[in-house]
């Protein structure tokens, strides 16, 4: 069955460390990437994404990503953390060749937790 | 904020009830996607709507059913309720153009079945 995986429920660092948290996927062919966040009591907000091009993908609040094809993944990055990046980060992927348009997957979702 | 605002926020049903989530788009989106994110999990994808019509549908039974209006906003209609159907669910609207397919989401509506 095709899935999202991420690979920690839950990370616990402290502030200035870095952070990269796992995403597979097991769609063949075409796919668009998403990686999203959800601080406490808020929506789900868009970091960045991956159509095509430069497999590195910058996005917003210092966050970074790389699509890796070979590997069926796209981990997200982000060199020192701060305590406003405790949230809940979900990886999302839209197979170009047998989702509809528009749909995502998401993977289970990572809870990160940001020590001062 | 993204534009899309969700009604209500929280709702309490008990089993066997009928349910009617209601969800704007953001101005100038025309596709609704609708999600239900039970605690502990990523949303799964319910269906999505575009021009008024269901344009895809993720594996969820037809008591999950839509609508769209001409202003592109939507409702989620869920009859029948059971425990399980106990989750936040997330609207998301995006504008289907060019194959760029970013969803902007709602806050969302929790539901609580007892």
């Known amino acids: 069955a095709q899935s999202v995986s991420q690979h920690n429920h839950h990370v616990i660092l402290s502030e200035a460390a870095s952070l990269e948290l796992g995403c597979n996927y097991s769609?063949?062919?075409?796919?668009?990437l998403f990686w999203y966040v959800q601080y406490p009591g808020q929506h789900l907000q868009l970091l960045l994404k991956y159509f095509s091009g430069d497999p590195l993908v910058k996005g917003i609040k210092g966050f970074e990503a790389e699509f890796i094809k070979s590997k069926f993944s796209f981990n997200l990055r982000k060199p020192s953390v701060q305590w406003s990046d405790t949230a809940e980060y979900f990886c999302a992927v839209n197979a170009k060749a047998t989702d509809s348009w528009g749909k995502l997957q998401f993977g289970a979702g990572t809870q990160v937790v940001v020590t001062p | 904020e993204t534009g899309v605002t969700q009604s209500p926020t929280h709702l309490i049903k008990t089993r066997g009830q009928q349910v009617t989530l209601r969800c704007s788009s953001q101005s100038g989106h025309n596709t609704v996607s609708w999600y239900q994110q039970a605690l502990g999990q990523g949303p799964q994808f319910i269906f999505q709507?575009?021009?008024?019509?269901?344009?895809g549908r993720g594996n969820f039974p037809p008591r999950f059913s839509g609508l769209q209006f001409p202003n592109y906003s939507s409702e989620l209609n869920v009859n029948a309720l059971e425990l399980d159907d106990s989750a936040l669910y997330l609207c998301?609207?995006?504008?289907?153009?060019?194959?760029?397919?970013?969803?902007?989401f709602g806050a969302g509506t929790r539901l609580s079945v007892l």
């Open positions: 769609y063949g062919g075409t796919v668009n």
């Open positions: 709507y575009y021009r008024e019509e269901e344009n």
């Open positions: 998301a609207s995006s504008h289907k153009r060019g194959g760029t397919n970013i969803q902007y």
